[in-house]
């Protein structure tokens, strides 16, 4: 079934009183539809974007009041509003006037239908094409623009948003992501009120610490997860970015997103092309978790690489060993995570650098040589001793960085971000430099750093791929000087040239986007890469707060989920390994920790973990995400789940975020079962000396999510095993 389809049909006055006739393109997908107004000649209006249309509901929209804006304001005649593009034409008329010269559709190689507005100054040779595609079966529609300079001289674009959403003035809440270094993904739930809310990133490389492009508005007052109107929002970006909502004094809150214009702009000349990041929208009556579940389905089946491939339980040799790495070390972890039924070793940082080793975070970063004092028989050694334990070898770089103290920097310091006439601002251990991705020979070096690495050792199955710093100053040693401007666009331009390549080359490996921690979740870079490092905190407690803001735009197959030492390294908090299991495992579970230090009681919850988390991994990667109670709420509990498409088989987490004595917590109702199904609950990673009352117990679907079960407050274990966390993982079964 096809579910884009452009429908021009011409619908009479009494509809659109503002206008004789109209062009209607209506871009549906299974629950949702964008409508819009094309008439050749005139503007491209929006007049509906919400739940699925029929042809007799779209005949009337007008008469019900349809949205009937700019579906892409320009900056030109009434210049007091917002406008999503902006430009000055070669002659330096700074104002812009559209009309519809066209419409066509086309279906890409990956089945989905695009369809394309296009239009054309009324004066100037400048065109601009507004697009939108969907995908079958998929609740998402993707816009973005592309300009064209057809004009005598160069253009300069001022602005240059994806898109633009008029959505209805309301009781509407913002649902925002915000945080910093250790501290990503944090929720943050306000209403929107009069004026403009801004949502930007500057860093120049790591859009995701401090805030993120992805929104949700929820339509009906205060957001809920499984109930209530809700648009989604999430610009496809890795670099600078900004999303504002304008709520001015008409009956709409304007919402404009795209990459971040301040120190910018980008001159077009006569005859390119600028081709905007694309924003994805969905919309679900089914609350956050219905536009998250969105997200999720469209993500893994289009836009994650390799999205419906089951990602392998990992040990990552950071927080285990940091630099001081050397062959027995990494050989014994390669042991010890085989040994607890995990599928993957991860060598991090400090195994590399010939002249200058890389012992602290000072050096080395550029000269990706084995360091032979610490790995006499090289990687390749590596690599053998996984196959001999029956797991595959992954290993970490950091591509796009280099530090002074370098071997490829003494030889070419042209290749590094840095402003004429200044010295270059160093980052991380004093010595950190970006490399000039703008630049194409600094494109095919790191291009080559990957391929060499994967042409020598093809049994590398996994590169965990980090970005320490950011765009520290503000001068391309590669761009003219009149095009210093599109430093921060063309770096981006040329990071996806590369990843291109890579991915054309070595299709298979899984790469992980790190970058300081959680510094690039985003769905800019994730067409490239399977997953993303979620925080450098590790911490349980700590990452339930993280996770669950996360979940609401990425799903847990791309969400890097470890189990780490106690005390913790981040926060010193000490944590049961019990509990810090059963947050791990509602990500993509992996160890980052030195198994030796472990005792042998917790390796074999542990063991347990892995060996229960590879029985729900195709339930917690795949599944649809309920979002039950939040740790934003403050409940004492928090608590979701995943269920499959077919409601056959559902994994149930409920984790307590506090301990008071006597404390009252509310009961947990399911959701995203079905009510006619029943359901044998089994509870995972159990340390309890008695099983719970429920265990091999059966339920209608129907009784879980109108009542929930009864979930002790603590466990019950022997007195001296007695902590002050409780956490469960249920499965539940379909007979
Ligand atoms: C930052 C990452 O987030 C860490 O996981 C680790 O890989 C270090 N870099 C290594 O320097």
């Known amino acids: 079934m096809k579910f884009c389809h452009i429908l021009l049909a011409t619908l009479l006055a009494s509809g659109f009183p503002t206008r004789l006739a109209a062009e209607i393109i209506d871009i549906s997908t299974p629950r949702t539809s964008l409508i819009l107004d094309a008439q050749k000649g005139g503007a491209l209006k929006i007049l509906h974007y919400g739940n699925r249309l029929n042809a007799a509901d779209i005949a009337t929209l007008g008469d019900a009041g349809a949205i009937n804006r700019d579906a892409y304001p320009v900056y030109g005649a009434y210049p007091q509003g917002e406008a999503a593009l ?20 086309s279906t890409d190689a990956d089945g989905a239908s695009v369809t394309t507005v296009a239009m054309r100054d009324k004066v100037y040779h400048f065109d601009l094409n507004v697009n939108y595609r969907t995908y079958p079966g998929e609740d998402v529609i993707e816009t973005w623009v592309d300009v064209r300079n057809g004009e005598k001289g160069t253009v300069k674009l001022n602005r240059f948003m994806s898109g633009y959403l008029p959505v209805r003035y309301g009781d509407v809440w913002l ?66 970015y900004k999303l504002f909502i304008d709520t001015d004094d008409s009956d709409f809150h ?74 027995p070390v990494m050989s014994g972890m390669i042991k010890d995570i085989a040994d607890m039924g995990g599928e993957l070793f ?47 070898f992954g290993i970490w770089i950091e591509p796009e960085m280099t530090n002074t103290t370098s071997e490829l920097y003494e030889k070419h310091p042209e290749y590094i ?36 690495l994967m042409t020598r050792y093809p049994g590398i199955d996994y590169i965990k791929w980090d970005a320490n710093a950011p765009i520290m100053d503000h001068g391309s040693q590669y761009l003219t000087a009149d095009n210093q401007s599109h430093l921060y666009i063309d770096y981006h331009k040329g990071f996806a040239t590369v990843l291109d390549r890579i991915r054309k080359a070595h299709p298979d490996v899984t790469i992980q986007a790190c970058a300081s921690g959680g510094g690039r979740a985003n769905w800019g870079i994730l067409p490239w890469f399977d997953e993303f490092w979620t925080s450098d905190n590790n911490d349980a407690l700590q990452r339930i707060y993280m996770q669950w803001g996360t979940s609401y735009f990425f799903p847990a197959i791309a969400m890097g989920s470890h189990i780490s030492a106690s005390p913790n390294h981040q926060t010193f ?4 390994v019990k509990f810090r299991a059963d947050v791990a495992m509602s990500g993509r579970l992996g160890l ?114 109108a009542n929930g ?17 409780a956490s469960r993982i249920l499965r539940l079964t379909a007979e």
């Open 417 to 452: 971000i840095k402003a004429a006439n200044r010295p270059a601002t160093q980052g991380r251990g004093g010595t950190q430099l970006v490399l000039d991705l703008a630049n194409p020979r600094v494109q095919d070096i790191v291009f080559t750093i990957v391929d060499t």
């Open 254 to 327: 304007h919402f404009f997103a795209g990459i971040n214009e301040e120190n910018s702009t980008y001159n077009l000349k006569k005859g390119e092309r600028f081709v905007t990041p694309p924003l994805a929208l969905t919309y679900s009556d089914e609350g956050l978790s219905g536009v998250s579940r969105n997200f999720h389905r469209w993500g893994r089946n289009h836009r994650l690489h390799a999205g419906n491939t089951e990602r392998k339980i990992l040990l990552n040799s950071w927080e285990g060993v940091y630099f001081n790495i050397n062959e």
């Open 175 to 240: 649902s925002q992501l915000y945080g910093s270094w250790a501290n990503e993904g944090k929720l943050s739930q306000t209403p929107l009120t009069h004026g403009v809310r801004m949502i930007k990133n500057k860093d120049g490389l790591r859009n995701s610490h401090t805030a993120h492009s992805e929104i949700m508005l929820s339509l009906d007052g205060k957001p809920l997860e499984n109930s209530g109107r809700t648009i989604g929002a999430a610009l496809e970006y890795s670099g600078n």
């Open 592 to 705: 980052e920790m030195q198994p030796r230090d472990m005792s042998d009681e917790d390796k074999a919850i542990v063991r347990q973990a892995i060996a229960d988390y590879k029985a729900i991994r195709p339930i917690v990667q795949f599944g649809d995400i309920y979002r039950l109670i939040s740790p934003y709420d403050h409940k004492g509990v928090a608590s979701l789940m995943y269920v499959t498409p077919e409601k056959d088989d559902a994994v149930f987490y409920w984790w307590k975020t506090e301990t008071f004595m006597n404390q009252q917590l509310p009961r947990v109702v399911m959701a995203g079962l079905d009510p006619d199904k029943t359901y044998r609950v089994t509870e995972l990673n159990r340390i309890d000396n008695t099983p719970l009352s429920f265990e091999g117990k059966c339920f209608t679907g129907k009784y879980l999510m």
């Open 346 to 392: 991860v060598m991090d940082d400090g195994w590399f650098g010939d002249k200058y080793p890389r012992n602290v975070d000072n050096s080395s970063l550029g000269d990706w040589t084995v360091d032979t004092s610490k790995l006499p028989n090289g990687i390749q050694a590596l690599v053998d001793s996984a196959a001999a334990h029956g797991i595959k």
């Open 86 to 105: 902006s430009v000055t034409h070669a002659d330096g008329n700074m104002t812009t006037a559209v009309e519809v010269t066209g419409i066509s559709t």
């Open 573 to 576: 908090r000490r944590i049961p």
């Open 709 to 725: 079960l009864e979930i002790p407050l603590t466990h019950k274990v022997d007195y001296h095993k007695n902590t002050d966390y």
